[in-house]
């Protein structure tokens, strides 16, 4: 529009720098002229209307907007004199309406920390609605308006309350994770083709895990000794498990949950195929036989039993875990090495477990 204004100034302007020299006669026959050709065209368009677009109307109200409104009525135009009136009325309100307009709209921007803040408190408590964090953002008086808050957690993805309400299995694992065992059989094969059970049980807090033991017949009596000799490690270890997580394999005898049950442990069926219900087990199993039984020939009972042995000093002490910031279950992480000279200078041997099979580095003395 401002183009098609600009436009129409210059040409105009330009046409009345052609009429300056003309006499009074010539502009009165000019005008005449026109007035008989919006005449003709009037007959021609039959009461049809005649569409200007914006620029022509601000252009029209901006010159016959000092015409005397009875000398307006007098001209030949092709609208209405309240029209080009209103015309012009519309001009000047959109002037104004631009001036007072704010640089801008809406309501001002939320402060990037109070976003920051809404954000945290809904990922540290999924059951709060945005009503909910709207209300403790008043008690740490912090003035923001309930639409504001739903707004933020719109912007960010954040679904409603009560779909974020919903505890899932890692989010139970994770919040029960002192009070839980689990346990679980692992198969494997010997050279000679005999097939071993293995029975290990972990801690979901520590990751620390047990081997219970290895036969090729996992009898009642086998299981039931070995849950015993589980209970008297767990009570000198102070350990205060409350829940043990197991699947449902026939190889549990009923005596196995009542041992359980005696020393205060309840125990906790897996659903039939869902693994995820026992994931930290599952992780450990395949986590065993990638580094371990997939790398090593067994012989035979005697020697799955030492391998084991030694995996289990491994994962206990030395593996680091990134389920718990790749710490170690029994042995605490050293205190970062900040002294420029020894870090320039590292001395680290390497000391092999099975032959080589499992490689544990450090310092050397």
């Known amino acids: 529009m401002l183009l098609r204004l600009a436009y129409l100034g210059i040409t105009n302007a330009f046409a009345l720098l052609r009429l ?3 006499s009074d006669r010539d502009k009165d026959a000019e005008i005449l002229a026109l007035r008989h050709q919006l005449g003709v065209l009037h007959r021609q368009l039959g009461g049809q209307r005649v569409r200007f677009d914006a620029a022509d109307r601000a252009w029209l109200a901006a010159l016959l907007h000092q015409v005397p409104r009875p000398s307006l009525h007098h001209l030949r135009l092709l609208v209405r004199p309240d029209t080009v009136l ?22 001002p921007p939320t402060v990037r920390s109070i976003r ?10 999924p059951s709060w609605g945005y009503r909910r964090v709207h209300g403790e953002l008043l008690v740490l008086g912090i003035k923001v ?4 808050v739903w707004e933020i957690l719109r912007e960010a993805g954040v679904d409603p309350a009560p779909e974020r309400a919903a505890t899932t299995w890692t989010q139970f694992l994770r919040s029960q994770a002192e009070a839980l065992l689990a346990v679980d059989f692992l198969e494997t094969v010997t050279l000679a083709g005999n097939r071993m059970y293995i029975l290990a049980v972990i801690e979901h807090a520590s990751r620390r895990v047990r081997i219970l033991g290895a036969t090729a017949h996992p009898t009642a009596a086998w299981v039931t000794q070995s849950t015993r000799n589980l209970v008297m490690d767990l009570e000198d270890a102070g350990c ?11 190889k549990y005898p009923a005596l196995f949950d009542t041992i359980l049950a005696d020393a205060g442990i309840t125990v ?22 990638r580094e371990l039984l997939d790398r090593t020939l067994i012989l035979n009972q005697r020697h799955l039993l030492h391998a084991l042995r030694e995996y289990e000093v491994f994962y206990n002490e030395h593996r680091p875990h990134q389920g718990i910031a790749n710490a170690r279950p029994l042995t605490p992480l050293p205190e970062p090495i900040t002294d420029p000279h020894r870090l320039t200078h590292l001395n680290i041997h390497r000391r092999d477990r099975l ?10 003395a």
């Open 240 to 250: 205060r498990a409350k829940h043990l997580i197991r699947d449902r394999d026939g």
């Open 20 to 22: 300056l020299p003309g």
């Open 86 to 107: 209103r015309w012009h009325r519309d001009l000047v309100a959109r002037r104004h309406a631009r001036a007072s307009r704010p640089r801008r709209r809406g309501r």
């Open 268 to 289: 906790v069926l897996s659903g039939v195929r869902m693994p995820r219900m026992n994931a930290v087990m599952e992780r450990w199993v395949r986590t065993c036989r």
């Open 355 to 364: 032959g080589g099979i499992l490689h544990e580095y450090e310092h050397a």
């Open 116 to 125: 920051a803040l809404v954000l945290r408190l809904v990922a540290e408590n």
């Open 145 to 148: 308006a309930a639409s504001t």
